[in-house]
Structure formats: C-alpha cells, structure tokens
C-alpha cells in the first residue's frame, strides 16, 4: 500500500519569500512517481510539478522545484518568490508505475496563506 | 488545452435520490478515474476505468456506486441511493496512454445532500 504524509497542517509565507512544503511517503513499489498539485479556493485541482522515481534531477517547473530525496522518502515543493495567488492548499501524491489503474494517492494537503 | 468537462458544478439531492455525475474526459485519453474530497479533507481514489471496465476501485465504492461510458465521450458516476456522508467534491480525471503521469483533472463537482 503507498501513504503520503504531509506534516504541515497550514503556512503562513511572505509575498517574495521561498516556502517548502513537506512531503514524505511510503511504498513498496520499486518505480514511481510523485506530483504536487495545488487546489485554490475554487476547488479546481491544478498540476504543478512531477518527479518519476529514477529521474536523475530534481524537477523543476517556474518557480516551482521539488527537493527529492528517495533514501529519505521524502519529496518537499518548494515554491520560490511567493506571489499572493500561491494562496491555495497544495497537495502530494503519488502513483505506484505498477499498480493497477494507476491511481494516485493523495496526502492530506497544506494551506498556504501568501502575506503581502 | 484540452480539458475535462464536468456537470453539473454543483447538485444538490435529497437523500435516498439516485444521482448521476457526468464527465467529458479530453478525446485520446484512455485511463479516466473519479475521486471525491469531503470538505477540508484530503482527496480520495474512489475508481480508475479502462479498456470499457472498472481496472481498480476503493473500498469507498461500494455498491451503491456505479461508473458507465455510455457513448464513448461521456464518462458517468451513479449513486444509487446518496447518504448525507455522500456529499462532497467529485473529480473526474483522465491520463493518456504512455506516460507516467499527464493525469488531467476536471473542475469537480460538488454533491450536497440533504
């Protein structure tokens, strides 16, 4: 079975600043992939940024960059020169390459809130 | 950019009314998947479908849920009997064939009953 773990219930982050956003997990399956999505208030699911399991670098979209570290199982977003439209919850999840259905796995989310 | 079309944003039902939750999944897509949110919580797998059949579905789908592709665009879930534990998000998503990931979710729609 695969779990994602996000400890960070809700961050407060300033306009400009970087803000991390813990991801850590737990699978058995030897490939996978991780993905960072980000829900603002009107609820729709927006794609950030992915990261296979044997990709060589860390990936990187924007502002946008996951820190990747597999012998830890940890896969933290890291959003860079935060803007007040970054203010949303943000979610990790994971897709085992083998399971079936491929399905994703979702943690629990953070709330963002971006001060001006 | 193609998208997943989902109706109606919001239905709100009385409890014990069968609903039907409708999706357009984007045209050479061939995984499609619903997942529900209850309020504040996190986001949850309820079924994947592919090749005209369910590939995996959660405990949370029981049988009062069923998912159908009448017509080859449409991609439908059906709660036969809501619960008031019923109401929540539904997002359908699609993903192309060949990749590892490329999942593309809808809007939602957001189930009250009542």
């Known amino acids: 079975a695969q779990k994602i773990t996000q400890t960070q219930p809700g961050m407060f982050v300033q306009e400009k600043e970087a803000v991390t956003l813990d991801c850590t997990y737990d699978?058995?399956?030897?490939?996978?992939?991780l993905f960072w999505y980000k829900q603002p208030s009107s609820g729709e699911m927006i794609f950030l940024i992915y990261q296979g399991s044997y990709d060589q670098q860390n990936a990187t979209e924007g502002r946008y960059s996951l820190n990747f570290q597999k012998a830890r199982k940890s896969a933290n977003l890291v959003i860079s020169a935060s803007q007040l439209g970054d203010s949303a919850m943000y979610f990790c999840a994971m897709r085992g390459i083998r399971a079936a259905g491929n399905k994703l796995t979702f943690g629990g989310g953070t709330r963002v809130l971006v001060k001006p | 950019e193609p998208e997943v079309t989902q109706t109606p944003s919001h239905q709100v039902t009385q409890m014990g009314q069968e609903v039907i939750l409708r999706c357009v999944p984007i045209?050479?897509?061939?995984?499609f998947y619903w997942y529900r949110q209850i309020l504040g919580q996190k986001v949850e797998f309820l079924v994947s479908?592919?090749?005209?059949?369910?590939?995996?579905k959660s405990e949370i789908f029981d049988d009062q849920f069923s998912v159908e592709r009448p017509d080859g665009s449409n991609f439908t879930l059906k709660i036969r009997s809501t619960k008031l534990e019923d109401s929540a998000m539904y997002f359908c998503a699609s993903q192309r064939q060949g990749t590892n990931y490329g999942y593309t979710f809808g809007s939602g729609t957001r189930l009250t009953v009542v």
């Open positions: 479908f592919y090749n005209n059949e369910i590939s995996e």
């Open positions: 699978t058995s399956d030897p490939s996978y992939g």
């Open positions: 045209s050479n897509h061939l995984y």
